[in-house]
Structures are given as structure tokens and as C-alpha cells.
């Protein structure tokens, strides 16, 4: 059986999670649908239990203060892996900062690639599908008019379930305590 994996998230809701939840569909509508998010812990395995897990997080994240994010220019990770996603630009060196707080004791992990805050749109079947959808995207990325900040103030630790069925787990406040699911 292969392991359990964990996450934490910040859902970005309102019209600029509606506009990515939509590009995703109108690019890759085959996809399952997923919450437009920014990562704050990629995927992982644990170092102990949930609990153990929570406790890290409740600490760490109580003492973090909610800040602003806002999203930048469209972008891919392409060749490295076909995905395609909004830069954050303002506010990535606070992501980064608490993404290396967060990773340690029982949420440690030592990810495949340098952590880059962003918001994925979506991850095609090839890097020629990325080029052409991160096309796409950048137009309607440009052609959007609404707020591009994000207020993280409200985190979401995640077990994946099953292939690409994510589940939450426990709500985690920035700059308070866990809130009780």
C-alpha cells in the first residue's frame, strides 16, 4: 500500500478563484475538479501522526501572522514538468519564509523541486499542450479586471484520499489557533 500523503493550502475564493477554476476547466476539462489553491506544503508523507502534524502546524501558524499575496504573471514549468500557473509576486518571500518554518518534525520533507510559490492552473499531458494552454491563460490572465490580492489568513491541511481526491482534513488559522473541523 503506498503511503498517505499530505498537503497544506490556502483556497483562494471570490472572482480571481473563480477565474482560475474556470481556465482550468476551459483548458483541460478532462481534469478532475480541484479548488484553486496556493500550496504552502506540497504533497507529503508524514514524519508521525496527523496529530503530530496539527500540533506543528497550530504552532507554527499561530504564531504567523495572515498576510497578502498578489498574483503576478502567468507562467510554466515546462520542460521540467508541463504546468502551467500564476506567479506570486508580492508576498512570495513571506510564502517561502513559512513554507521553510512549516517543513520540520513531523511535516520534514525533502521535496523533488525548490519550492516557488504560485498557484497552478493546470498540469497538461505534454509541454507542447503547456505551451499552448499557458498561451491561452496569458491572455485571459490579461484580459481579467478583478482584484489579483489574496488574503491567506486561513490555511487547510489535506490527505489525498486517492489519485487526484484531496480531502480536508483540519482548518488552520494564521496568527490563531486550529479551529476545531
Keep these: 500500500m503506498q503511503s498517505l500523503r499530505y498537503a497544506l493550502v490556502a483556497y483562494v475564493k471570490g472572482p480571481v478563484g473563480e477565474f482560475v477554476e474556470n481556465l482550468r476547466r476551459e483548458l483541460h476539462p478532462e481534469l478532475p475538479h480541484f479548488a484553486a489553491h496556493l500550496t504552502l506544503l506540497p504533497p507529503r508523507p508524514l514524519r508521525g501522526t496527523e496529530s503530530a502534524a496539527l500540533q506543528v502546524l497550530a504552532g507554527i501558524c499561530g504564531r504567523t501572522e495572515p498576510f497578502e499575496v498578489t498574483l503576478g504573471g502567468m507562467d510554466s514549468f515546462a520542460p521540467t514538468t508541463p504546468t502551467v ?85 483540519a482548518p488552520v488559522m494564521l496568527g490563531g489557533s486550529l479551529v476545531t473541523p
Design 85 to 169: 500557473y500564476i506567479r506570486v509576486a508580492y508576498g512570495a518571500v513571506r510564502m517561502c519564509e513559512l513554507h521553510e518554518q512549516l517543513n520540520t518534525q513531523a511535516l520534514e520533507f525533502v521535496e523533488e523541486w525548490a519550492y516557488i510559490p504560485h498557484l497552478t492552473i493546470v498540469k497538461m499531458p505534454s509541454e507542447t499542450a503547456a505551451v499552448e494552454a499557458l498561451r491561452t491563460a496569458g491572455e485571459r490572465w490579461q484580459e481579467y479586471v478583478g482584484s489579483r490580492r489574496v488574503l491567506l489568513d486561513r490555511l487547510t491541511f489535506v490527505r489525498e484520499e486517492s489519485l487526484n481526491c484531496w480531502v480536508d482534513l
